[in-house]
């Protein structure tokens, strides 16, 4: 092929069907610097002419939560990889992003041109980011991932740059409505061998995020679903974890996640009750919405900081970062754009001190936390892993799951992610649509009827 065909097969392949071969994006380089014909596959290594041959999603519920798998099959039998999808609040919305949009613009591409293909794939809809379109994203970069490690034979965290830890660390998820309680919880995972452990605090009467206590004198008048009082709230907080310290001493490493519950300067005088208790973290202190805050907390206290499972768009998380206001990034990785995007951003964390904290609740699939933990192995500045105990259910699913042993994660050393799902078992836990957005989510009031945020 001559510089001049070349260079209209490029223009053509570009406009008309966005494809850029794994042996052309060397070959532009080439014939930018005017040079002669480049035989294919001069850059080496795998099958040129493997490509994606379907893009779908996999449904399921084996643990009661609905999670939602991307299988992205290719040209070479047996050879695909999983990846999570899962917004488990609008799981369908994310079904339909997959198999009608995503699935028709990647059959044919090349899988070894991640970063391409991520690219594509966000500017593919002009309007991008927000949690539909990043999940479904993030659901093909994660099995692009695991297409990658699989075809040459290495697990994912090799790709990334290798193990700087032999596992991860995670936080397990105890509380109580008095220090007692709490202190009972806690000991249970310590016992276990956990290190770390996250503490919520039940208040009577209302919902909290965590921990549920029992029922409170109604009022006449008063709102009598699910209630929450941010005042109420922020008095029994710093009175457990007083009589957890006093109980544990200073080894137990703790953390709360305030679920972006409070008014903001209700997070700021927290922050600073909890100083003297010395948290690991302190989670969500304020709403994606309201990051403008951090500045105050941070000119106010000391407790350290993590932030960001809301977070879909660098928009909401650069400045942060970039100005020391955080000491944690947790994002949940199928929202902000998969391991591609979660690489990039340990990295600008890297920087800035800023440890890493990924998301791991039960609405991200096994898959999901699978990529969370190779992440975790090939970052250097990783700071903890939220765990979630799979059942057996689950672990029959999607075999080779990761496992928690002594308070910390173990990757399986297979190539790409590790995990699989068997198609039949999940099919016999078809996820529920009723009611279709569950948890109760967008019912939490005041007692005077405000809503309050989840
Ligand atoms: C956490 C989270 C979750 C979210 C849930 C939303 O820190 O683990 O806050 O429990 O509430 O993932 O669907
Ligand atoms: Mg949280």
């Not at 290798?162 to 709490?182: D, N």
């Not at 989670?283 to 977070?311: C, K, N, W």
Request: with cysteine; aromatic share 10%; net charge negative.
């Amino acid at each position: 092929m001559d510089r001049r065909s070349f260079l209209r097969r490029m223009t053509a392949g570009a406009a008309l069907a966005g494809v850029l071969t794994r042996s052309e994006i060397p070959l532009r380089a080439a014939a930018a610097a005017a040079s002669d014909d480049a035989p294919a596959g001069a850059e080496g290594g795998g099958d040129e002419s493997l490509r994606i041959t379907r893009v779908r999603t996999i449904l399921t519920q084996p643990q009661g939560i609905r999670l939602a798998i991307v299988k992205v099959e290719t040209s070479e039998p047996g050879l695909y990889g999983l990846g999570c999808a899962t917004f488990t609040q609008r799981i369908r919305a994310v079904e339909t992003a997959v198999d009608r949009y995503l699935d028709p613009f990647l059959r044919g591409k090349d899988p070894a041109n991640i970063e391409d293909l991520w690219q594509a794939m966000f500017q593919s809809s002009y309007w991008r980011n927000g949690p539909v379109l990043m999940n479904a994203l993030s659901g093909v970069d994660m099995a692009l991932w695991d297409i990658l490690g699989k075809r040459f034979g290495m697990p994912v965290y090799s790709l990334l740059g290798g193990k700087c830890r032999i596992a991860c660390p995670v936080y397990g998820h105890a509380g109580g409505s008095t220090a007692e309680e709490a202190v009972r919880s806690i000991q249970r995972y310590l016992a276990e061998g956990y290190r770390y452990v996250r503490c919520q605090v039940g208040v009577r009467g209302q919902s909290v995020y965590g921990p549920q206590s029992g029922a409170a004198k109604l009022r006449e008048g008063h709102f009598s679903g699910r209630v929450f009082q941010p005042s109420a709230y922020l008095r029994a907080v710093p009175r457990v974890f007083a009589g957890v310290r006093e109980a544990l001493g200073d080894d137990v490493e703790l953390l709360h996640d305030i679920h972006e519950r409070l008014h903001p300067i209700q997070a700021i005088q927290l922050a600073k009750e909890l100083e003297p208790h010395r948290l690991f973290f302190l989670e969500d202190p304020f709403a994606p919405e309201d990051v403008g805050y951090f500045q105050h907390l941070r000119a106010q206290s000391s407790t350290p900081i993590a932030m960001g499972e809301l977070f879909n768009n660098p928009c909401e998380y650069v400045d942060i970062i970039a100005g020391r206001l955080i000491d944690f990034i947790r994002c949940h990785l199928s929202q902000i754009g998969g391991i591609s995007m979660a690489k990039k951003l340990a990295h600008l964390c890297d920087f800035f001190r800023v440890r890493t904290a990924w998301h791991g609740p039960g609405d991200v699939s096994p898959v999901g936390h699978a990529a969370n933990l190779h992440v975790d192995l090939a970052t250097w500045n990783f700071g903890v892993q939220e765990s979630y105990r799979f059942s057996d259910a689950t672990r029959e699913v999607f075999p080779g799951a990761p496992e928690i042993r002594d308070g910390m994660l173990w990757v399986n050393e297979a190539p790409g992610l590790g995990v699989d799902i068997d198609e039949t078992l999940a099919a016999r836990y078809p996820i529920t649509d009723d009611p279709p957005f569950d948890m109760h989510w967008g019912e939490l009031r005041d007692i005077d009827g405000t809503i309050r945020r989840p």
